[in-house]
């Protein structure tokens, strides 16, 4: 007679378990993303996450505290960081960041952490997208299933762990053309059942300057000597920000614009630039349209067709 053997149902379900741990690539979207998607828009939660960053040898490191009830969004920050003090409120309309050390409100277009467009477009061009679903660890207190997107050369760039429950990211990492993390958050803390006040999705600071991208777009395009050249702020495409880089060893003033369909970027130069040149490097699916006025090249680039392109470079004169 064989002592403390294993009943046959206990193997059978230990080996049932150890076949469904065991995962294939697919390149069809796991419903998990699909339930994610949705679900950023509808989950109610408070929540404590840790952020790190990597930029070259330097790591940066934050803690973020989280509330969010649909689609209305507060982030704010310890006072201790590089983000000391910082608040971020975002509704169906508009994006208020608040930086304490120049007691100023930016405004922008809003910004979802989980964007259909952004899952919706992934897989497209050279890039043959793939899939893995497994198991994951327990974060937060919560189970968890992991999500691979995979690259080319079976190299991962994104992973994300995702409460099957809920649709919540618990955590994210984000990979570099090496391989190596880039950049990781991840939940410490979840609360399903946050209570609200209606104060908590608002951000009006007393006495804070309110700087909007049009703001900033006047102020970069007279310091400049640029031409007062923008898509009207009653288009679809919403002005998300501006900034002055240097091309070529010449100014150039970047216009950053958004919409649920894609991104697009308006460069304003004075001199002859090379439009292939503003392609960013392994993004398989960057569109560029250019035209001259007077003596600037304006080029727009984005994660849309050349035809949108074209149709909107019609807008500004192009």
Known sequence: MIRNSVPLASVLMGL????????????????????????????????????????GPDVV?????????????????????????????????????FFPDRNQVEV?????EESSMRFGKMGGGRLQ????????????????RRVSLIGNENRPFLRLWIDPNTGLVLKRVVY?????????????????????????FELNVKGAKVVTPRDRLQEMVQRGGFQNISFSPKDPYKLESVRIQRIENVSALVQV??????RVSL????????PSRLKHRGRDRVST??????????????DVPETKLRELAGKLGG
């Open 108 to 112: 922008m277009p809003p910004r979802r």
């Open 16 to 55: 049932a378990s150890l076949a469904s741990s065991v995962a294939a690539q697919t390149t069809e979207r796991p419903e998990l993303l699909d339930k994610m998607m949705a679900a950023s828009k509808k989950l109610r939660y408070s929540g404590v996450r840790k952020v790190h960053m990597k930029f």
């Open 289 to 302: 349209y250019s035209w001259t006025r007077g003596e600037a090249s304006f080029i727009l680039v984005g």
């Open 267 to 274: 460069y304003q130069v004075k001199a002859a630039v090379d």
């Open 176 to 200: 570099g053309r090496d391989g190596n993390p880039q950049a990781t958050s991840e939940f410490i803390k979840v609360d399903y059942r946050p209570s609200f006040k209606r104060s908590d």
């Open 129 to 144: 997208m793939k899939y893995l679903v497994e198991n994951g660890e327990e974060i937060a207190g919560l189970g968890s």
């Open 61 to 97: 490191q934050h803690t973020e505290y989280i509330l969010k009830d649909g689609t209305k969004t507060r982030i704010w920050f310890p006072e201790a960081g590089s983000f000391r003090g910082q608040i971020i409120v975002e509704n169906d309309s508009e994006r208020r960041h």
């Open 257 to 262: 614009y958004v919409k649920s369909d894609g």
